[in-house]
Each structure stands twice: as structure tokens, then as C-alpha cells.
């Protein structure tokens, strides 16, 4: 009896492992038939090797890209649909107020669903001024290696120290990966406004600057002494009063609310009827930190924007040429009043400023040449998927990718695995290196 029962175990194990072995047998043949089914591409294959890892060798030497120490060269087209094959989610760790296109980027999934931090796709979770501490964080026990801490922040450094309170020593060194926000210098630059949008602006309005202006000047603002760089604009407004200078104003600090939304048609169209806009930041000398003031305001409504905020080089790394007039460059309220008088007097020298409107349809590069196209969000998003987020010249092809170029002709290297990335003190990367004048 003892031997019999042995042989019908032995056996029924065996029949276990055959039907297991058919199973797995199957799904490897449907790998592989998915795999190397003549109408899929390179991409597509790569993707599937990597989800099979024991077919992936035998794809090391597929022709069409060529095999790099660390990554795969493809063409950008390839990579994008490498990228659409696995949805990414991007965590947004405290509420946000991310711009509703953002929350799609890409082959990215952006929400502010917490629970959704364990999931394996989360390959990226984003803190905001919002999340404030260290104690704020997730729980440290949660935290993959592999999932990226982005820190992000719009406002200015001498805000973000008033807003919250924000206790920067609170994080260890490391403790973020990346950086996200207005700065150049950035991991992932998110602008106040990305080329893309401004030129569509642009475009949209582009021969509003040739009707005739039938005003002379306007300024715009409701925070007045919420930080020293706005106690100190208002201060210059009424230099510049005294010295002569006569705009309209409107905002909470004049108690003159604007009935029109910002951002829309009508206001554009209001502001457009204005020879300068006074793009005033909040904050004087801070790096970069140049507003919607400037891009909306200035630039997209067709007004000649008179700037105070980062100094000029800042400015003139992200506008076109000719474009705007910066405060630091005269000696006094006077100089400029003056200044400002004479072009509304000369409207040759006045319109010299737009010059630069009229290039942009043969200069693609007037506007773009040191702005990204692909910003914020959507660059982590690519980042995460491997593609290569270097070259500028490839972010700039990637979202003309309506036009007639063909962007599928640049190459780009897709890494099979994650640079590491690390930001060794968020405190110093923030506040360090920043004008005396700013903080
Ligand atoms: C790929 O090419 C390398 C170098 O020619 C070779 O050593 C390797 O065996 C090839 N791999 C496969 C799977 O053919
Ligand atoms: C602008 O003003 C000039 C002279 O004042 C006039 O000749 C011209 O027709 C005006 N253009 C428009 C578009 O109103
Ligand atoms: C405004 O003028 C006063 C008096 O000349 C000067 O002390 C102050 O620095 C000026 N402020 C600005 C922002 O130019
Ligand atoms: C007006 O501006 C033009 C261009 O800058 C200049 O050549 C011309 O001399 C100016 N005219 C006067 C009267 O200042
Ligand atoms: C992110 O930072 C953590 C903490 O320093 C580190 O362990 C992890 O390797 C980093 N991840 C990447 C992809 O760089
Ligand atoms: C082109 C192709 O065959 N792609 C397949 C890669 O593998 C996934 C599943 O892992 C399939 O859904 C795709 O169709």
C-alpha cells in the first residue's frame, strides 16, 4: 500500500508541475510572440524584454538602436512610445494646485492620492510649501529607493520663509532627490510660464502692439507689504511718483479691484491698450523669480513690460531681446520717468521694442532658445521613464511635434536605470548663493 500511495503522490506531482509548466511555457511563448511580432518596434520590444528580463539579453543587439554603457540610443519617437507603454503616477504628497493640464503629463498620472504612495507605479512623490515639515513627510519606513522626493516651490526664498514658517533644517542631508521649481538650476525647471504657452499667446495677439495704444501706463497689485521686496516696490512706485510719473492702478493696495479675471481675453485686451506694464515682483534680487507680471502681463498682452525683481541677466536669459525695461538700469526715479516719457513722445524708439515680435515666425528660437518646452511635471514625468531630459533641442522637438519637423529623426538615450539623483541640503540649494538683496 505504502509504495502505491508514494507513486500516486509522485504522480500527482507531477501532473501539478506539467500543467504549471504548460502555463508558464504558454505565457513565455505569448512573450515571445509578442515580443518579436514583426509590426512592433524596437520600443515596444525593449519595454516587453524589460518585463521579461530572460528574453531581455537576447535583445541586447536588436539593430536599430545602438547599446550604450547604461542606456539605449533610440529615436525620441521610440522613447515617447517606450514611455506611453507604463503609466507613471506622480504623488502629490500635500494638496496642490497644479495646473489642470498637469494632471496628465505625458505617460504620467498626477494625484494627490496619498494611499496611492505604495504602489509600485508611484515612481515619484512631489512636496509642496503646503507639506511644511519634516514631520509632514510620509512615514519614513515607506520610502523605496527607487521612488524619487521632488521638492517643489513657486514662491521666492524671503516668502517661502514667511509663509509657513517653513523649518528647511528640519530635513536631513538627502532627504530630497530632486529639486522642482522656478530656478534654472533646477532638476526639473517649472517657469511661471513655459515658451510653449506664451508663444500661443503671442501668436494669438500677434499684431496688437500695431494698433494704437491709447494709454500711457498701468500697474497691477494687491500684496503691499506682505514681504520687504513689496514693501520696497510700492516704495518705488512713489518715487517714481514724485518724480512725475503718472499710470493707472488698480488692485487691492489701491482699493481698486480688477472686475476682470486675470489671465483671460478681456483682461489681456484691456492691458494691451496700455504703452507699459509695470511687472513688479514681489521679491527684489531673488534668482529667476520672474511671474506671470512679466510672461502674461507683459510679454502676451502686448505691453512693453517695466520690470523690478531678479536682475537683468536673469531677465534676459528667458525674454526675447528688447524686450522689456529694467528699473536697475537708470540712476534715478527721475532718469527713468524721463526715460519712459521720451518713447511715449518717439514712437519709432517706442515700437523697437516689439522688433522682436516680428522675427518670431522665422526665429523659432527667439523665444526658445534658453526656455524649455517640456517643464515642471512633464519633465520629471520623462525623466522617470528614462528618456534622457539633457539636450535642450529635444524638449524643444518634443512639443513641436505637430508642426512639419520630424522629430522622430533625433536620438535620444533611454537609461535602463535611474541616475541616482540626490540634493545633499535643501536649505543651502535654496537659500545659499542668493543676494543679500533678495533675503
Ligand atoms: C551582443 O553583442 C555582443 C558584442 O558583439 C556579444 O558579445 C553578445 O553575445 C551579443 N548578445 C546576443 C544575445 O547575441
Ligand atoms: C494710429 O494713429 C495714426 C496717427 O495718429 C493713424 O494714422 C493710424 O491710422 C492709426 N492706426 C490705427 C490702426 O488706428
Ligand atoms: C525712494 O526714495 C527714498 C528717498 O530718496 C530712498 O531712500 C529709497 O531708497 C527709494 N526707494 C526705492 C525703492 O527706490
Ligand atoms: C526717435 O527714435 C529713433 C529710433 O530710436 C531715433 O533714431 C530718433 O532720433 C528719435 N527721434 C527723436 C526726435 O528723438
Ligand atoms: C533618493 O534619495 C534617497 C535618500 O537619500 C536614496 O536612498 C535613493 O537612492 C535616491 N533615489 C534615487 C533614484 O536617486
Ligand atoms: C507590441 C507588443 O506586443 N506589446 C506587448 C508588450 O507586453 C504587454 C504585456 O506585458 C502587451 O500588452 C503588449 O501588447
Not at 12 to 37: E, N, P, Q, V, Y
Request: charged share 25%.
Amino acid at each position: 500500500m505504502r509504495p502505491l500511495s508514494c507513486i500516486a503522490v509522485c504522480f500527482a506531482l507531477l501532473f501539478c508541475f506539467s500543467i504549471a509548466g504548460l502555463w508558464i511555457s504558454k505565457a513565455s511563448t505569448d512573450a515571445i510572440l509578442r515580443t518579436f511580432s514583426p509590426n512592433t518596434n524596437f520600443a515596444t520590444k525593449l519595454f516587453n524584454a524589460s518585463s521579461f528580463p530572460f528574453f531581455a539579453q537576447s535583445l541586447e543587439n536588436t539593430s536599430v538602436g545602438k547599446h550604450e554603457e547604461d542606456g539605449r540610443r533610440m529615436t525620441l519617437r521610440e522613447a515617447l512610445h517606450f514611455a506611453s507603454l507604463k503609466t507613471k503616477i506622480i504623488l502629490e504628497w500635500c494638496s496642490s494646485k497644479a495646473s489642470p493640464n498637469e494632471r496628465r503629463c505625458g505617460s504620467c498620472k498626477v494625484t494627490d492620492d496619498r494611499s496611492l504612495i505604495s504602489n509600485p507605479d508611484t515612481a515619484a512623490v512631489v512636496f509642496n510649501k503646503a507639506c511644511g515639515q519634516r514631520s509632514n513627510m510620509p512615514p519614513d519606513h515607506i520610502r523605496r529607493p527607487d521612488q524619487l522626493y521632488i521638492w517643489r516651490n513657486a514662491e521666492s526664498p524671503p516668502n517661502t520663509h514667511n509663509f509657513k514658517n517653513i523649518e528647511l533644517d528640519d530635513f536631513e542631508e538627502n532627504y530630497f532627490n530632486a529639486t522642482e521649481t522656478y530656478r534654472r538650476d533646477s532638476d526639473f525647471y517649472k517657469p511661471y510660464s513655459a515658451s510653449r504657452q506664451i508663444k500661443k499667446q503671442i501668436m494669438k495677439y500677434r499684431d496688437l502692439h500695431k494698433k494704437n495704444k491709447t494709454s500711457f501706463g498701468v500697474w497691477i497689485v494687491s500684496n503691499c507689504g506682505g514681504s520687504s521686496g513689496a514693501k520696497r516696490r510700492m516704495d518705488l512706485y512713489r518715487n517714481l511718483t514724485k518724480a512725475g510719473l503718472k499710470i493707472d492702478v488698480a488692485g487691492r493696495c489701491f482699493h481698486r479691484d480688477m472686475t476682470l479675471r486675470r489671465g483671460t481675453d478681456a483682461f489681456r485686451n484691456t492691458l494691451h491698450k496700455y504703452k507699459f506694464y509695470f511687472s513688479f515682483e514681489n521679491s527684489y534680487h531673488c534668482r529667476d523669480y520672474i511671474t506671470e507680471k512679466f510672461y502674461s502681463h507683459g510679454l502676451a498682452a502686448g505691453t512693453v513690460p517695466v520690470v523690478t525683481g531678479p536682475r537683468r541677466e536673469n531677465y534676459e536669459a528667458v525674454a526675447p531681446p528688447h524686450s522689456f525695461i529694467h528699473t536697475d538700469d537708470f540712476d534715478s526715479p527721475k532718469a527713468l520717468v524721463d526715460y519712459l516719457n521720451y518713447l511715449d513722445s518717439n514712437d519709432t524708439a517706442y515700437k523697437e521694442y516689439f522688433a522682436w515680435r516680428d522675427k518670431l515666425l522665422e526665429d523659432d528660437d527667439l523665444l526658445l532658445k534658453h526656455q524649455l518646452h517640456v517643464t515642471g511635471h512633464c519633465l520629471l514625468c520623462r525623466h522617470l521613464h528614462g528618456i534622457d531630459t539633457g539636450p535642450m533641442s529635444h524638449q524643444a522637438i518634443y512639443l513641436d511635434a505637430g508642426s512639419s519637423r520630424d522629430e522622430g529623426d533625433d536620438e535620444v538615450i533611454v537609461m535602463k536605470t535611474m541616475k541616482e539623483m540626490k540634493v545633499k541640503s535643501i536649505k543651502n540649494w535654496w537659500y545659499d548663493g542668493e543676494d543679500a538683496d533678495c533675503i
